[in-house]
């Protein structure tokens, strides 16, 4: 029995010990809501870096800054992901998003205290712009999450569809309060 006690109390501080990542699926009038700022523009640099204690890797983004749809930072913006590669390290955290450099993006960013900005909701936070010859900007929305499998994926559901930039940021606006 004393050997079952203890085994048991080792297995509880070792799991204690664990991190994990919990993303809740949120939905556009939560982003908009929670957001500090949301900005429309260019991916200008991606670099990634080790964090100041060296034991993870993170990267800055810089963006160029279109328009503030709430919230404005300035003409261009940098702000952190979690992951990335420097040299043969390379560090995967799941539900970050990836950019490179030139690709057109909508980020709704939080931040705390005089920080260096992070996207709201990990890849949740990411809206991908398409140049559509016909139609001009389409906004793209972020993947499902697998969180959202246990929620109910339903075919066809509007909040998963493409829509024309005008139409996406005038709905961002109303939701967000019509910050500008």
């Known amino acids: 029995m004393r050997m079952f006690v203890c085994a048991s109390l080792v297995i509880v501080l070792r799991a204690a010990a664990l991190n994990a990542t919990v993303v809740l699926p949120a939905d556009l009038g939560d982003l908009a809501r929670e ?4 900005a429309r523009g260019r991916i200008a640099a991606v670099d990634a870096q080790w ?13 160029e ?16 992901v979690p992951g990335g590669a420097v040299g043969r390290y ?12 030139d690709q057109h ?42 969180a959202a499998a246990v929620l109910g994926v339903v075919r066809g559901d509007p909040a998963r569809r493409s829509m024309p930039l ?15």
């Open 35 to 38: 957001a500090r700022s949301i």
């Open 51 to 63: 964090s100041d204690d060296r034991r993870t890797i993170e990267t800055l983004v810089t963006l």
């Open 65 to 80: 800054v279109d328009v503030y749809l709430k919230g404005a930072l300035g003409p261009t913006v940098l702000f952190r």
């Open 90 to 101: 390379r560090r995967i955290f799941v539900g970050a998003p990836e950019f490179a450099v």
């Open 105 to 146: 993006v909508i980020v709704f960013l939080g931040a705390q205290g005089p920080s260096v900005p992070y996207i709201i909701g990990l890849s949740q936070g990411v809206f991908r712009l398409l140049d559509s010859d016909r139609t001009g900007w389409i906004v793209t929305p972020p993947p499902v999450l697998p």
């Open 166 to 180: 005008a139409d996406f940021e005038q709905r961002v606006r109303a939701l967000a309060g019509g910050g500008r």
